[in-house]
């Protein structure tokens, strides 16, 4: 799944180094551990969408800023 998001070097430029290891970790898990590979594309594109914008998965941002 890493090769979807290094394909867009800005996305992996925020995944990289942007995020504390421990973001990206839980967001690896986020999108591996989806049952169905619809969800897992489905997340991966929510991933990249984030990272192009310079922000978190949304389950992972702060609520209010």
């Known amino acids: 799944f ?3 998001i290094k394909a867009n ?21 986020w999108v591996m551990s989806a ?6 594309e489905r997340r991966m594109k929510i991933l990249i969408e984030s990272s192009l914008e310079g922000k978190k998965i949304p389950m992972y941002r702060q609520k209010g800023k």
Do not use: G, I, M, V
């Open 35 to 40: 049952k169905r590979e619809s969800t897992k």
């Open 2 to 4: 890493l090769n979807q």
């Open 9 to 29: 070097e800005k996305a992996w430029d925020y995944y990289q180094n942007k995020l504390t290891p421990y973001t990206r970790k839980a967001t690896n898990h």
